[in-house]
């Protein structure tokens, strides 16, 4: 089993900029590929970021492409998410994502273990 434990989300205003952090722990060398998620309240869970083993393959939603910039750091296990000139509908709860395959895919149903999510409200 992996653990993951997302940290870092506040209430910021409009433009302001934040970085998620997501820890794993557990059977960290089974999983490769990492994303990060996020659901509005009222809304469907969405894909916003993904990125491979090695870190030289990522892929942004539209939504965020710009703005957001998820790497990681395997010596600690951890994935990040620097989220910059952030808007009001960037609003939602936050959660990482695992998949044991080495795919960089953008659905939900590709990963294997999720955190509990950290939320983030952007204020006008």
């Known amino acids: 089993q992996v653990q993951l434990v997302e940290s870092g989300g506040a209430l910021v205003q409009a433009g302001e900029s934040l970085r998620l952090s997501c820890a794993a722990s557990g059977r960290t060398w089974t999983v490769y590929a990492m994303a990060w998620f996020r659901q509005a309240p009222g809304k469907e869970r969405e894909f916003v970021s993904t990125?491979?083993?090695?870190?030289?393959?990522?892929y942004y939603a539209d939504s965020v492409k710009g703005r957001f910039t998820i790497s990681r750091d395997n010596a600690k296990s951890t994935v990040y998410l620097q989220m910059n000139s952030l808007k009001p509908e960037d609003t939602a709860v936050y959660y990482c994502?695992?998949?044991?395959?080495?795919?960089?895919?953008?659905?939900?149903?590709?990963?294997?273990?999720w955190g509990q999510g950290t939320q983030v409200t952007v204020s006008p």
């Open positions: 990125i491979n083993w090695t870190g030289g393959s990522t």
């Open positions: 994502a695992a998949s044991r395959s080495a795919r960089v895919v953008t659905s939900s149903n590709f990963y294997d273990y």
